[in-house]
């Protein structure tokens, strides 16, 4: 199972071990949570505390020893609802301490898978109706093939036309996972990019594919302009 999800939503290592030794235990005493998490006595009675905080552990009473019981995982749903309905209580003032900065950088760097996933939400909120990307390859799908399609979903939402100009590689997993409002080209196989590159109106995203991927954002518009003229000429060079 991909814990990273679980990671993402603000759940420690602890946690989710925790939490998942008691799903599959059913119900268990900390000894054999203990012993199922492979973490530390101490680790456990404090995760077990956060978890039932949080509500997502409930526990009763036998004697001295407490017995304890996972919640149904579909109530991560009305917490995950819940926190975002606080988070959008700040949001408005975050948003204007943002735009009122006195300075605002024009190259932001980016590392990591959810550095990448963060770069490209921010690309997603540019101006602009185009989506253009080149040199895509395949290590690109080491950010999972539901974070792509959610993605493209999220950008078809906003009604913004893409054209995606991949490698040959992509190919076959572009006919299996076709994303709306996309217009598809491939370069030929043979040659492999580690770079790929994204234009949104006047942001430019480059990321590198490697191991832990590297990536930036320039925001300036005569660079977009022009790394677009470049994105253009590549395009109509290339076949469906």
Sequence with gaps: MDIEILEDLGFTNAEIKVYIALLELG????????????????????????????????FIKNGKRNIYQASNP???LDYIDQKKEQFETILP??????ETAKQQSEV?????????????????????????????????LMLGDAFWTSYHKKRAAKKIQAKLLFNESLREWCDVN???????????????????????HDKVGIIIWVDNPIGIIIHNKIAAH?????????WNGSKE
């Excluded at 973490?39 to 997502?56: A, E, R, W």
């Excluded at 003032?93 to 943002?98: G, T, V």
């Excluded at 990448?116 to 909120?125: A, G, K, N, S, W």
């Excluded at 076709?178 to 949104?200: C, D, H, N, V």
Aim: no cysteine; charged share 25%; hydrophobic share 35%.
């Design 178 to 200: 076709a994303y709306p409002k996309t217009t598809y080209k491939f370069t030929k196989s043979g040659f492999e990019p580690l770079t790929e590159t994204i234009i949104r």
């Design 74 to 76: 579909r109530h991560m």
């Design 226 to 234: 022009s790394y677009d003229s470049f994105f253009k000429l590549l």
């Design 27 to 58: 119900t268990a005493t900390a000894g054999p949570i203990i012993e199922h998490s492979k973490l530390q006595n101490s680790v456990v009675h404090m995760t077990l505390k956060k978890l039932i905080n949080k509500g997502f552990i409930s």
């Design 108 to 140: 932001i760097t980016f590392r990591g898978i959810r550095g990448i996933r963060e770069l490209l939400l921010e690309l997603l909120d540019a101006d602009g109706k185009e989506y253009h990307t080149f040199g895509s390859s395949i290590k690109s």
């Design 93 to 98: 003032e975050l948003l204007l301490k943002r």
